[in-house]
């Protein structure tokens, strides 16, 4: 039969290993929510984010040029 002292030496291990992988998920939540902060904070000041996606920059690129047309429009230029 099997000692009671290792059950509790082998509950004690996984209560410590459970410990462990909860601090490191802690501490992975709490640097991306540092980084969010970071990221809005930049946006906030005027600046572009950090990280701009291919979508957002192919729209911006069509706004700059909607707003050339009707500059142009407004002008009289003839396109």
Known sequence: ???PNVYII???ASLAGLAMIVAGGLAGWRGWLSLRRMELGQMHDGGM?????TGSRIEI?????RIKKL????????L
């Not at 690129?61 to 040029?65: F, G, H, R, Y």
């Open 71 to 78: 500059e142009a429009i407004a002008a009289g230029v003839d």
């Open 1 to 3: 039969m099997i000692e």
């Open 49 to 53: 984010p950090v990280a701009v996606s």
């Open 10 to 12: 082998l509950a004690l």
């Open 61 to 65: 690129a069509d706004l700059k040029e």
